[in-house]
Nanobody
């Protein structure tokens, strides 16, 4: 079973920075996309940022210019650098990958367990 291990969450003051990391437990035949989503209390999970195989990135409007997604294919890892954090960024952040495990596998989604980010003074 594929496991995604996330780290880097925590408590930070408004205007501060955090870097989230997510590493997969194994290698894959093909990675289509890696990304981050978040879910605030009482709200639905929403896209934060994604990084596709062609190198293109996509960001939620609310984080553009403040967050940067990057990936390391050799380490099967994805990162989210978060700057100028705001209280409304408070949420559980989830790592997501879309992959084919083996050449004969179908494309599947995998999720991390989530890491809490709290922005508060």
């Amino acid at each position: 079973q594929v496991q995604l291990v996330e780290s880097g969450g925590g408590l930070v003051q408004p205007g501060g920075s955090l870097t989230l990391s997510c590493a997969a437990s194994e290698s894959f035949f093909r990675i289509y996309a890696m990304g981050w989503y978040r879910q605030a209390p009482g709200k639905e999970r929403e896209l934060v940022a994604t990084n596709s195989n062609d190198g293109s990135t996509n960001y939620a409007d609310s984080v553009k210019g403040r967050f940067t997604i990057s990936r390391d294919n050799a380490k099967n890892a994805v990162y989210l650098q978060m700057n100028s954090l705001k209280p409304e960024d408070t949420a559980i952040y989830f790592c997501n990958i879309q992959v084919r495990l083996r050449s004969y596998s179908v494309r599947q989604d995998y999720w991390g367990q989530g890491t809490q980010v709290t922005v508060s003074s």
